[in-house]
DNA sequence: TGATGATAATAAGCATGCTCACGAAAGTTT
DNA sequence: AAACTTTCGTGAGCATGCTTATTATCATCA
């Protein structure tokens, strides 16, 4: 392991730095990565269901739900009850989140050009779509059992 | 955003879900992920200091304290006082660890092997030195000031 | 209509990361 | 030796994921 990197540890390593390096950049403005996240999509989702959202972040709605709640706490989000369903909410942004998207985007930007200096567009293209592969692999993967009939009885 | 996906955003989920799929399949053994990767470094460094180990998974030392206090709880390790200072452990595995190893390898085998479906052996090396030199970027990144000087006065 | 099942959101509790702060011991300087 | 500084490990508290379970409401079908 520590003589060949292994893969799937590099992978999450990268993925906690550049958390770790966004929010160095924006804790300043009171979003965390995952609210910014929850931000952007809502931006062009306005009146949008929480379950519809977590579907679309694919997180699990109970994990949207507390984040909505820090969030709305903050005033960046708003939640009204749907009026055709009385167990749902619609979510909308407040006047005040509108000037931060621009903001955070920007701070992605600078985030991103800093991990990925030294690579080509290119590169950058064949790594963004080699991720989405894997995505989907693991997306369809975690829907199947993962019990390991060999092993289970050691 | 949700036009074309943003890269960070998805090395994230990729993250996320080879972290879920690796615990739906190690959770019998009762080991997580995190666990499971101090194990491996410890395996081939037995006798270690905790900020030294630390430093090689590039995480920070309480948060590895934590993770050692339940391995510790669960009889995978064993913290030893180091003779020469006194403030200092060092660590070692339990006998009853070590069969564990080769069970866990084989499951990260295995959940990358569903994950890394489809891409070449010419592929993943190239993902792999993309995502090292990415990481190496954040570590470098990370020691540095993240202040906005530009957007600070927003 | 009235029971039965599905769905929206949340509660409780755990794991893993972080920052910030602190005590105890070690090392260094005067 | 005494006073500073550094280092080792940890406490407290927060954020974000998850699993499992619960409540309220809606939808369906007998």
Request: proline content about 5%; overall charge positive; aromatic content about 6%.
């Amino acid at each position: 392991m520590p003589s060949s990197p292994n893969i799937s540890f590099v992978l999450h390593d990268v993925a906690r730095l550049l958390r770790k390096r966004f929010e160095q950049r924006s804790r300043a403005f009171g979003l965390t990565r995952a609210q910014w996240q929850v931000l952007a999509y809502l931006s062009v989702h306005e009146g949008i269901h929480q379950n519809k959202l977590a579907d679309l972040i694919e997180i699990m709605p109970i994990t949207l739900a507390r984040l909505l709640d820090k969030m709305e706490a903050r005033g960046f989000i708003e939640r009204r009850p749907d009026p055709a369903d009385r167990r749902a909410w619609l979510l909308y942004l407040t006047p005040q989140a509108h000037p931060l998207i621009e903001v955070m985007r920007s701070n992605g930007r600078k985030t991103r050009d800093e991990a990925f200096a030294g690579l080509s567009a290119d590169a950058q293209q064949q790594l963004l779509q080699t991720l989405c592969l894997i995505k989907s692999n693991l997306l369809e993967a975690c829907t199947q059992p993962a019990v390991d009939r060999e092993k289970v009885h050691v």
